[in-house]
């Protein structure tokens, strides 16, 4: 796929879902990675990379079907986007973030509110792993 065929799927995507659909959908694969990432860590590293998909053949200790592995994986997406959701609606509270909640994009690149951004995500995901203690 080509660059321009990217950006425009991306600008018909955000006309359609707006920017909070965009950081939605970004933040539930970003979330979804670093499951898969903390999975794959605790798998072999020889069966990982014999077969990085081995991640979803287990559950519980059981060998998963195919039906059970698509269902897994599905239920993790679902709850990956269910954090994401909450992720952009603390995103939004911040006064930094209104030009991008506006629809200004270029603000994307915007190295200070990057690190604004970067504290804040930290501050989220510590305030999970504090409530699943």
Known sequence: MKVEDIEKNIREFMKIHGIEGFLILYFS?????????EVKSKIPKAE????????????????QTLSGIHSYEKE???ECRKRAGEI??????EKQ???LF?????KLDDP??????E????????????GSQ
């Open 29 to 37: 694969n970003y979330l979804m990675e670093l499951i898969l990432s």
């Open 48 to 63: 990982v990379s014999e077969d990085p998909s081995i991640i979803f053949f287990y559950k519980d200790g059981e060998i």
């Open 76 to 78: 993790i997406y679902k």
């Open 88 to 93: 952009v609606r603390e995103l939004k509270k």
């Open 97 to 99: 973030f209104e030009d």
């Open 102 to 106: 506006r629809g200004n994009i270029a």
């Open 112 to 117: 200070a509110l990057e690190k604004i951004f």
């Open 119 to 130: 504290k804040k995500l930290h501050e989220i995901l510590e305030k999970w792993r504090e």
